[in-house]
């Protein structure tokens, strides 16, 4: 396996491998992941689609990448996928699946064709005091201070940054900024999170850090993930002869472990309350999605909570009794176990069945709901919110089957430990009416209206996702296993819970990534994937995020050390007249 760069490989379709036609694959999980991987065996490697077979506990295909219509509880998504231009290898999947509502085009070409005549902007990223726009809403607020930190942190090697938390790189006046505003209810990151994960994000996506107050740089399918990406990608699979088996849990892998040898030999699993193997050889491919931040969601309603209790989960478990057979497959216990209270654990979907509340939501997002326009571009955050709430209101309808009057939201809290300003409880604690009310509350709706809204006008369904998180805590290198371990035969592992380099984790690009490094290394597929944007290499890149980071000022009023001081007052002499100049003058530095 290895990466490439630009377009010369990106359209060439790679010789078959050899003995390919011999191979088996077996893949536990069927998340994007697992999707991904089975689509990259056969349209790159060559395989026949009735030798691959997907494993899912669940009876529905998809893992995190949801929105469904359950027919008790109604309209459930526990998240929305933000995407960008610059996801090389999801784009690189989708260009070979076809459109569901138009066979004779890709998903691919839908979904530029849609945000090419639906852009994303955002009229308003954070309210405060019941609705009214933030004051400084658009600027990123940062002090020399603060982008001195930020500096320092993207300098650093990883390897500096092993179990270091983000609250201990950077100090208050980082954390007082509208920057850590967007970027923590953008991204979900919390103070205690991961500051390698940090410092990846921030080299991931230099190259949108001016558009971080408006989210123009978004783009959004047409519906939810399930059915705009999901629902086409399983269609395909199963056109091409993939099995699925549902509700079938995976409890362990056994591997064949040693220092230069790793070797999966059998599949252990239940199966209807049974217990089955499979057998292996080395021409049996093992692809394992090890974690998942949705395992063990639980449910609510408009007048229950969501239950917080909850066991491991499968997929966790299957981590473990891997990861007790070779020290290379990861420490999944740094994931699963001692998640801080501060955290992100309920999401709630609102489905708003008359248009009491749309004069409230038109002012804050500058948009008709029932435009069929993206409504809020991603999240709109409540700066004054105990919970640090926040809301986000997609293209509608959100789901195929809403009908007319209905308007679907999504909400969410990053602080589950303090009370709410409207509801006195816990985000935890509280029912599908009282998440309601408590977000009514914030975006400026009467409270001698919100009751009969809650309980006549609208469905609350509240999901505890106790994972949600995980993928940011704080770790060490060897923690995450490689997609394929050292000197692994047959086995690799996929989603967001393996390492890569360069790229970052919550991402849809990242287990499409790591699904294709997976399958082009077993496979020996002699094409290249696609590396990570190259934007924290690129100059006009890097001036242009230094004039975004400090509010839109001139190179002689910043006041950040050593690029600036090399370029200032006298320094600045030497450059008139230069190529350097024109890229100063491109970046508005000038």
């Known amino acids: 396996m290895y990466y490439s760069n630009g377009n010369y490989e990106a359209f060439a379709n790679p010789m078959p491998p050899a003995n390919a036609t011999k191979k088996s694959a077996y893949i536990v999980g069927g998340g994007l992941a697992g999707l991904a991987a089975a689509v990259f065996m056969i349209r790159d490697g060559k395989m026949r689609g009735n030798k691959i077979h997907i494993f899912e506990e669940l009876s529905i295909a998809g893992g995190s990448m949801d929105g469904i219509k359950n027919p008790q ?14 996801f090389e290898t999801l784009w690189d999947l989708f260009r070979s699946i076809p459109s569901l509502e138009n066979p004779d085009i890709t998903v691919l070409d839908e979904f530029y064709w849609l945000n090419k005549s639906d852009p994303s902007f955002s009229h308003c990223r954070a309210i405060e005091r019941r609705g009214r726009r933030m004051k400084d809403d658009g600027k990123l607020t940062l002090t020399p201070t603060a982008i001195r930190e930020m500096i320092d942190l993207v300098l650093m090697p990883e390897e500096k940054l092993q179990d270091v938390q983000i609250d201990q790189v950077f100090g208050e006046e980082f954390f007082e900024s509208n920057f850590w505003l967007y970027w923590a209810t953008m991204f979900a990151f919390e103070r205690w999170s991961s500051a390698m994960e940090m410092r990846r994000y921030l080299l991931r996506f230099i190259h949108h850090v001016g558009r971080l107050a408006d989210m123009s740089a978004l783009k959004f399918t047409k519906y939810n993930q399930y059915e705009s990406l999901i629902t086409p990608l399983v269609r395909w699979l199963e056109n091409n002869g993939v099995k699925f088996h549902f509700d079938t849990t995976i409890t362990n892998i056994i591997v064949k472990c040693s220092p230069d040898k790793k070797v999966a030999q059998k599949i252990e699993m239940v199966k209807s309350g049974r217990k089955k193997e499979i057998k292996l050889t080395t021409d049996d491919l093992v692809f394992v999605t090890n974690g998942s931040i949705t395992e063990s969601t639980t449910y609510g309603d408009n007048d229950t909570p969501a239950d917080p209790r909850h066991e491991l989960g ?6 473990k009794n891997l990861a007790a057979q070779c020290a290379e497959f990861g420490r999944p216990e740094k994931f699963c176990e001692n998640i801080p209270d501060a955290n992100w654990v309920i999401s709630a979907t609102i489905t708003l069945t008359d248009d009491t509340v749309v004069p409230y939501i038109e002012k804050i997002c500058k948009k008709d709901p029932h435009s069929g326009s993206i409504v809020s571009s991603g999240p709109v955050t409540i700066k004054d919110s105990n919970w640090l709430y926040g809301f ?19 909400t969410y809290g990053l602080l589950s430990n303090t009370s709410g300003n409207y509801v006195k409880k816990k985000i935890t604690e509280c029912t599908g009416a009282e998440l309601c009310a ?7 709706v009467p409270e001698s209206q919100i009751d009969d809204i809650v309980h006549n006008r609208s469905n609350t369904v509240p999901s505890h996702m106790p994972y949600i ?6 770790r060490a290198l060897g923690d995450r296993p490689l997609v394929v ?7 690799a592992f996929i989603g967001n819970y393996a390492e890569t380099e360069r790229d970052t984790v919550f991402t849809t690009e990242y287990s499409v990534r790591t699904a294709m490094q997976a399958v082009y290394t077993l496979l020996n597929i002699d094409r290249g994937v696609p590396e990570v944007f190259d934007s924290c290499f690129d100059i006009r890149m890097l001036l242009q995020s230094i004039y975004y980071l400090n509010d839109g000022k001139k190179l002689r009023d910043i006041d950040v050390p050593w690029v600036m001081k090399l370029l200032e007052h006298q320094g600045m002499k030497h450059v008139r007249g230069t190529y350097l100049e024109q890229l100063l003058h491109d970046a508005k530095l000038i």
């Open 314 to 319: 499968a997929s966790w478990q299957l981590w």
């Open 438 to 444: 408590e977000w009514l509350y914030h975006i400026g």
């Open 469 to 474: 998180t995980t993928y940011f805590m704080p």
């Open 73 to 86: 509880r109604g309209f459930i998504i526990r998240g929305g996928r933000e995407m960008e231009a610059h």
């Open 485 to 491: 371990p050292r000197g692994s035969v047959n086995l």
């Open 392 to 410: 986000s209101i997609s293209r509608q309808p959100h789901f195929r089957s809403q009908k007319p009057n209905e308007i679907v939201v999504w």
